[in-house]
């Protein structure tokens, strides 16, 4: 039967369905790259969603059209092939898997490619990996903070009296009102020095859960690397000592690289579209690209600005 979940498996995903904390990061930083362009006047049967998703997960997507309808989906090229291995005649896979489209390149059919290197972007997978890692290790500290010393009783008498002293701290005695114990008890003796001092037993160092904080650091450090990558280049509260803001600003021209690759063949793709079948569809950045774009272009000319003054 196919359902939702055989959608990430059979285009792209991959990823088990008990794995559902990789699962959720995937999506997640999918949803961040499906968010980068915007699609203007597409036709009846093209939805951005399926467009992007094709091109991220294996780097082409086709467009063919039969009769009156279009339809987006994974192309497999024939025979046969030029010296680059580029072919006209195509196979288009729809997405419920149950159908195959054939077409031919130029005519009723075109390719789109999601970068100059006819890749997909599989790094997600790697991401959406560490991601996973750094949350199962946050809830191991989480857990072990919890594991406080045990103390190691020499008697029964001495047990009953610890378990009594715990449980009226966490409230779980008749009126709460264990707060003392006999002085001719065994426990007693234990803590006036007379005898010697109760064991404990420590299953881990409650002082570990201060590593809390640099696992946050690293999974926001990842995920700005990711965004950086991919033209969000997000800086922290201050700038590392030495670190010049030519070379931040060199750090924000790089985020830029990838995402300017991606648009500009998104825009080949759609113009041939537009060429063959008399259609007026465009794209663009989203807003949240322009509006980093339009911020590091203010920079680079307040720069240029002081650099003459």
Partial sequence: MYNFYNFYNLYGCGIPLNDGLKLHYWCTLEQILTSMFKYGLLPKGLDKKYIEHTLIRFGC???VKIESDYFVGVPAIQPPLDNYGVGTEIVVTTYNGMHKIKGTLGVNAVLIWNNTEFTGDFIISWY???FKEIDISMEANVFNSRLHPIPVAR???IKSAIDNIFKSIKGETKNNDTY???SDTAFAEEINGTASKIDVLNLTDVKDVDKLQY???FHDDLLRRFCTLYGQAMQTTGKMAQQTVEEIQGYDSFSMIIPSNRLEERQKGI???NRIFGENVTVEYNE????SLF???VISNETGDNDED
């Fill in 215 to 217: 696992l946050s650091k």
């Fill in 128 to 130: 959406a990996k560490m």
């Fill in 180 to 182: 003392s114990i006999l």
């Fill in 295 to 297: 911020k590091k272009e």
């Fill in 271 to 273: 113009a041939e579209f």
């Fill in 61 to 63: 997507a086709c467009i």
């Fill in 288 to 291: 949240a690209w322009q509006d």
């Fill in 155 to 157: 008697n029964s008498k």
